[in-house]
C-alpha cells in the first residue's frame, strides 16, 4: 500500500468517536459509523478497502466516475495542472485551458449548442441555469416571466433552486417556507400499474406532459420563464421517460416560449448511449446542466449549456458592462478543466461516451434476469442505467434496499445504491460483460437472502 493509500485507513483501534467529526451528507450518519463502510483507494472498475478488499463498483461512485477509477491520463493532467497553474480567476481574466474545454464540450454537444457557463457542481449548474434562464426573458423584456416548472420526484440538486423545482419532498419540507416562491411542478412518469418491468421507454405515459397545458392555461405562459426535467429522472430511482414525453414538453414549451432545460447531470457524457442524453433521446432542450462525467467524478465541476441566441440575448448595452452578475470563484477551475480535457480525450480514444448503447442489450437482459427474484417487483433500464424496485417493509421503508447495500458491500463485495427500497446501478463506462455479469449476479444473491 502507498502512502496516500494509507491515508485512507483507519487506526487499527478506531472508534466510533473517530468518525463522528465528519458530519456526512445525504447520510443516516448514526447508523453509518455503527458500520462504516470505507474505501481506501480505487482502480479502473473497483474500489478497494483498507484492508485491501476489492469491491466492484456499480454506480460509477456516484453516477461520476465514467471512465473509471484513477486513469492515469486524467492523474497526469490534474497533477501536471496543479504544478503550474494552481488557479487562475475567470472573472475579468481567463486562461487557456477554460477556452479550448469550452469548445470542445460545445463540440460535443453539436448545435444548437454555442456556450458553456462552468461552475463547479450540478447543484450550482441547476441554480446557474435557472438564473439564466430568468436573466434571459429579462434581457429581451420579458421580465415578467418568473415562474420556473419542475417536476414530481425531479432531483435537481440541493440549492435553494434545485430543491424548489425538484420534487423530493424530504430535501423540501425543511426548508419549505424558504423555497422559491414562483415554482409549480409537473407530475413525475412512475407508474408500476402500467409500465412495471418495461425495457427502455416505458410505452405508458406521454400524456402526462400535456400536464404542462394545464398548468399554463392557470399560471398564463407570461409568466413562465422555464420547464426544468431530467431527460432520465436518475436519484430517484431511474424512471426512465415514456415514449413521446420528452417531445410533448419540447413541444408545448417551444409553443409557449417557454425554456425547456435538461438537467443532464447524470445522463450527460455517455450514460445513456450518445455524448449527452438529449442526443441519444432526440429532443433538443434550450440549456442543459452538466457535472459528474464532465472529468469522471476527478475534480469538483460542472456546466450550462446554452443554445444559440442565448448568450446574445445578454450581450447588449455597453461593451464595458457585465452582462450576467453571476459566476463562482472555482468557475473554470484549471485542475477541472486539466481533468475535463484529459476525460474527454480518454472519452475518444476509447469510445466511451457511446459504450453505453453498444452495451445497453446485454445490460437490459442481465438486469431483467432478476425477475422472479425474492422482493423483486420492478426492473428499469436504459443505456447503463438501472434500477431493481424492491417491495418495502411493512412500516419500514428503505429498511430492505438499506440491508441489501450493507451486505452487498461485506459479503458479495459489489457496490450499490439505494434510494427508498429502490437499487439504482450505473457501473463505470469500461465495464465488461463479465462485470456485468458478476454484477447482476451477485445482486441476486443478495436480494435471496436478505428478509
Ligand atoms: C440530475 C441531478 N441534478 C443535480 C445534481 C446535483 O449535483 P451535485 O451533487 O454535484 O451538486 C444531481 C446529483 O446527483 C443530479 O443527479
Redesign the pocket.
Known sequence: MNDIAKMGSLAPDATDTDLSAFWMPFTANRQYKAAPRLLARAQDMHYYTPEGRAVLDGTAG??CVNAGHCRKPIVDAIAQAAGSLDFAPTFQMGHPMAFELSRQLVALAGKPFSQVFFTN??????DSALKMALAYHRARGEGQRTRLIGRER??????FG?ISVGGISANRKTFSGALLPAVDHLPHTHDLAHNAYSRGQPAWGAHLADELERLIALHDASTIAAVIV?PV???TGVLVPPVGYLRKLREITERHGILLIF????TGFGRIGQPFGFQQLGVVPDLF?V??GINSGTV?M?AVFAREGIYDAFMQGPAGSIEFFHGYTYSAHPLACAASLATLKLYQDEGLLTRAAELAAYWEDALHALKGTRHVIDIRNIGLMGAVELESRAGAVGARAYDAHVKAFFDEGIMIRYTGDIIALSPPLIVQKAHIDELVGKLGKVLATID
Request: proline share 4%; aromatic share 8%; net charge negative.
Open positions: 456516484l453516477w457542481s450540478g447543484s450550482e449548474a441547476v425531479g432531483y435537481n440538486g440541493v440549492g434545485g431530467e429522472a436518475g436519484s438537467d443532464e447531470v447524470i446542466t457535472a459528474k469538483p460542472g
